[in-house]
T-cell receptor, first 115, second 110 residues
Framework: DVKVTQSSRYLVKRTGEKVFLECVQDMDHENMFWYRQDPGLGLRLIYF???????EKGDIPEGYSVSREKKERFSLILESASTNQTSMYLCASSLRPGGGGYEQYFGPGTRLTVT | GIQVEQSPPDLILQEGANSTLRCNFSDSVNNLQWFHQNPWGQLINLFYIPSGTKQNGRLSATTVATERYSLLYISSSQTTDSGVYFC????????????FGTGTLLAVQP
């Protein structure tokens, strides 16, 4: 079974802090993704990575950066956390399609509260 | 960009009833997935079904790609089926970015 793990289920941080959210997958997937989920707005893509050290912006990258130093690990970084970044963060991974799509698998999510 | 619409937005069922959830999408896709989000927020993979029909126990799904819709059938519903059901699609390129629908909130009452 594919397993995607996230470093924390719940996290509380203060405004201005630097926050790291970690995601690890064990299936040698090329693609990894970070989404956030907000009531009324659904799930939106923040960033994705299709290979080590490669990244592309998603739909809402402002205020975030990412790091992928190893294939199995994809980190989301909030450089200076703000209250509007309070949200549920979901990591996902998939194989890299060669012209078709591949099933995406999600981690359990991190509920981040910024006070 | 591609639009993904789910219906109904909310559904209340008695235990044992059957239901059909619908997902319409506005363009050709190369990936379509159905998820169940449990009360703790985790997205559980139900089906990867860009076309055709699949069944898994009491759940089945059909995607008619040429007509741009997918259906999720839940038979003999149980209280543990409660939660939000999402349809998500990906299209074009090799990045496999998913676009999510707004979900169907299902409540199964005992």
């Amino acid at each position: 079974d594919v397993k995607v793990t996230q470093s924390s289920r719940y996290l509380v941080k203060r405004t201005g802090e630097k926050v790291f959210l970690e995601c690890v997958q064990d299936m040698d997937h090329e693609n990894m993704f970070w989404y956030r989920q907000d009531p009324g707005l659904g799930l939106r893509l923040i960033y994705f990575s299709y290979d080590v050290k490669m990244k592309e912006k998603g739909d809402i990258p402002e205020g975030y950066s990412v790091s992928r130093e190893k294939k199995e690990r994809f980190s989301l970084i909030l450089e200076s956390a703000s209250t509007n970044q309070t949200s549920m963060y979901l990591c996902a991974s998939s194989l890299r399609p060669g012209g078709g799509g591949y099933e995406q698998y999600f981690g359990p999510g991190t509920r981040l509260t910024v006070t | 960009g591609i639009q993904v619409e789910q219906s109904p937005p909310d559904l209340i069922l008695q235990e044992g009833a059957n239901s059909t959830l619908r997902c319409n999408f506005s363009d050709s896709v190369n990936n379509l997935q159905w998820f169940h989000q449990n009360p703790w927020g985790q997205l559980i993979n139900l089906f990867y079904i860009p076309s055709g029909t699949k069944q898994n126990g009491r759940l089945s799904a059909t995607t008619v790609a040429t007509e741009r819709y997918s259906l999720l059938y839940i038979s003999s519903s149980q209280t543990t089926d409660s939660g939000v059901y999402f349809c998500a699609v990906a299209y074009g390129g090799a990045t496999n970015k998913l676009i999510f629908g707004t979900g169907t909130l299902l409540a199964v009452q005992p």
